[in-house]
Nanobody, 125 residues
Framework: QVQLVESGGGLVQAGGSLRLSCATS????????MGWFRQAPGKEREFVAA????????YYADSVKGRFTISRDNAKNTVYLQMNSLKPEDTAVYYC??????????????????WGQGTQVTVSS
């Protein structure tokens, strides 16, 4: 089982940057695909970015491609989301998640087996 705790959210102005961290625990972390999702008020949780179990492949939603970068450090059991050129529409609670099965990429929230508590990102105009 993977436990996840997000941090790094906050209030920033449009055009600013934030770096989210997802600290994990669990012996199987290095073999698990990870993803970042976000949920704005009144909206469904949506995919933001994903990274394969070994960090070799990344995926991004079109809305964040070119602005966000997902990475992982398996030695530190941590996943990161570097967010640059933030826009007001990026405002949401951001969640880190782990795929419910080892070795698979987490592109859909329904495939998540573990979720963090979320961290609020607010981008002002």
């Amino acid at each position: 089982q993977v436990q996840l705790v997000e941090s790094g959210g906050g209030l920033v102005q449009a055009g600013g940057s934030l770096r989210l961290s997802c600290a994990t625990s669990g012996r199987t972390f290095s073999g698990v695909g990870m993803g970042w999702f976000r949920q704005a008020p009144g909206k469904e949780r949506e995919f933001v970015a994903a990274i394969s179990w070994n960090g070799g492949t990344t995926y991004y939603a079109d809305s964040v491609k070119g602005r966000f970068t997902i990475s992982r450090d398996n030695a530190k059991n941590t996943v990161y989301l570097q967010m640059n050129s933030l826009k007001p529409e990026d405002t949401a609670v951001y969640y880190c998640a782990a795929h419910r099965f080892r070795g698979l990429n987490l592109l859909n929230p329904a495939d998540a087996g573990s979720w963090g508590q979320g961290t609020q990102v607010t981008v002002s105009s």
